[in-house]
């Protein structure tokens, strides 16, 4: 069976560090992956999305950047934390292909940001 | 992709069905309509998912109508355990980019 897992789970970071949150999925090859954020009582905002090793699309211009080093890994990056990073970030995996695909999303734990 | 509009929340009692309708007007042919729940502090997990008429599974039905341009979640019977938010999704299945809208939170009372 296919699972995800992300870490850390929880990270407390002052403004202006950097940030590597990291994501594997496992029993399963060519995912779709993506990274969400979500701040407090608000809706998912996706922020990246990787189709394959070293593809990488941003939804969202930022601080932060993604990659995919491996078929089953995604890294989401700073170089410089700042205070509205703050946030419930959750990667995701999907099967690769518009025909191949339910439409299901799986998430991992989530690893919830705060910057001081 | 499709914008969808959804109530920003709902209040229900135990052991009563609760319909959660998602309006999206703009809807594409190829589209289908997805349902998410999400608990606080989890990732969203997927609820149901169809393209016309009437899909059913163990958890909840959902009706769609021939002109596509609405869809409606049913939990039948509510739970304590069902106050979550729930997300309304149309786009095509396996869409590289999924956007997920604000959500109905769904508060369940005793």
């Known amino acids: 069976s296919q699972t995800i897992h992300q870490w850390p789970a929880t990270l407390v970071q002052p403004v202006g560090s950097p940030l590597s949150l990291e994501c594997t999925v496992e029993?399963?090859?060519?995912?779709?992956l993506y990274w969400y954020r979500q701040a407090a009582g608000r809706g998912l905002q996706l922020l990246f999305y990787?189709?394959?090793?070293?593809?990488i699309s941003s939804e969202v211009p930022q601080n932060l950047s993604a990659s995919r080093p491996q078929d089953r890994q995604f890294i989401l990056s700073s170089k410089k934390l700042l205070l509205s990073d703050s946030g419930f970030y959750l990667c995701?995996?999907?099967?690769?292909?518009?025909?191949?695909?339910?439409?299901?999303?799986?998430f991992g734990e989530g690893s919830r940001l705060t910057v001081l | 992709l499709a914008k969808t509009t959804q109530p920003i929340s709902m209040d229900s009692y135990e052991g009563q069905e609760v319909n959660i309708t998602c309006s999206h007007n703009?809807?594409?042919?190829?589209?289908?309509i997805t349902w998410y729940q999400q608990f606080p502090s989890q990732g969203p997990r997927f609820i149901i998912q169809?393209?016309?008429t009437k899909v059913t599974n163990e958890v909840a039905s959902l009706f769609i109508p021939a002109d596509r341009k609405s869809s409606t979640l049913s939990l039948p019977r509510v739970s304590l355990s069902d106050t979550a938010v729930y997300y309304c999704?149309?786009?095509?299945?396996?869409?590289?980019?999924?956007?997920f809208g604000a959500g109905t939170r769904l508060f369940v009372k005793a």
């Open positions: 995701a995996w999907s099967r690769l292909g518009p025909k191949t695909n339910t439409g299901e999303l799986f």
């Open positions: 029993g399963t090859s060519n995912p779709n």
């Open positions: 990787s189709v394959g090793i070293g593809q």
């Open positions: 703009n809807i594409a042919t190829n589209d289908y």
């Open positions: 169809g393209y016309k």
């Open positions: 999704l149309v786009g095509l299945t396996g869409g590289f980019k999924t956007i």
